[in-house]
């Protein structure tokens, strides 16, 4: 018995960390379903919605929702801006060079935040009661109920964009064929923005809520959730949006497990366990389909 409920603290713990790698996952599936674009810039971004909540609570003595609205505003303008200075230039150039470039951005956004509010990591202010529910003997607390509750709301809107409004259709034909869209009348530049836009906003709510959820944050904070949403992203089919969701959801619960059941020690390595698996078995993941590419 002990062991069956220890085994659901964990289900419940791995849920609400893959709730953050899947928020972070579908801003790298996002941007590469369009653009055929990896992102690794993607997770400094998060890096940086972190400390714009962080300073929106601390300075600006907001509570918990206006600092994520303003995270995310600030977040998805910096996003598009990264697009237009860094990719936008490259957009026809060979994939490494782009790749080698999101790498560069990447270092840029780690190392100016730490010119600009110093590398020493930053206690996360309370901003909910640290109340805790007990279901049995199972407990969950009130950061987790916070995560998973902006999570399913951020996933319905996204969703509702995707599937029902004019940008979600243009975001549909462009990740199908950009050109044959461009030749439709759909604004791929456009469309391309509003990408970087949303995946980047998604990425600073997530960065918040992790900020709430350990109490830390630093300039290095996205260079491992960076890596582990785009392994999310690969194992649930990188580019499918679903994918990307129930990607980040299982490596969340396979890191709680190994946690809880073996050592701590291992929860990085059994994320990259499975990356490698994956590439190995099903490179296109779990919802994605092989396709033949000419080259």
Do not use: C, W
Request: glycine share 10%; aromatic share 10%.
């Amino acid at each position: 018995m002990e062991f069956s409920q220890q085994l659901l603290q964990q289900l419940i713990n791995g849920i609400s960390l893959g709730s953050i790698y899947a928020l972070i996952a579908l801003g790298y599936t996002m941007i590469y379903g369009i653009i055929k674009l990896i992102n690794f810039a993607h997770g400094d971004i998060y890096m940086v919605g972190a400390y714009i909540g962080f300073f929106a609570i601390t300075q600006a003595n907001l509570s918990i929702l206006p600092a994520l609205l303003i995270s995310m505003v600030v977040t998805g303008l910096l996003g598009m801006l990264v697009e237009k200075l860094a990719y936008k230039p490259l957009r026809h150039a060979p994939r490494i060079s782009i790749l080698i470039t999101a790498i560069g951005v990447s270092f840029f956004l780690e190392y100016a935040t730490m010119y600009f509010v110093s590398p020493t990591p930053r206690t996360f202010p309370e901003v909910i009661d640290n109340v805790a529910f007990h279901v049995g003997d199972l407990v969950i607390n009130g950061q987790q109920l916070l995560i998973l509750g902006i999570t399913v709301v951020l996933m319905i809107i996204l969703t509702y964009i995707v599937q029902k409004t004019k940008l979600g259709k243009a975001m549909r034909a462009a990740s199908f064929d950009t050109e044959t869209a461009q030749l439709m009348g759909v604004n791929a530049d456009q469309v391309i923005s509003f990408t970087f836009i949303i995946g980047s906003a998604l990425a600073a709510v997530a960065g918040v809520l992790v900020g709430v959820y350990y109490n830390s944050i630093d300039p290095l904070m996205g260079i491992m959730p960076g890596l582990k949403a785009f392994v999310a992203a690969v194992l649930g089919g990188i580019g499918i949006l679903p994918g990307a969701v129930v990607g980040g959801l299982v490596l969340g619960v396979i890191e709680a497990l190994v946690s809880g059941f073996l050592s701590s020690t291992f929860r990085d390595a059994a994320a990259f366990a499975i990356l490698i698996l994956v590439l190995l078995f099903k490179p296109s993941g779990l919802f994605g389909k092989n396709t033949n590419e000419k080259v």
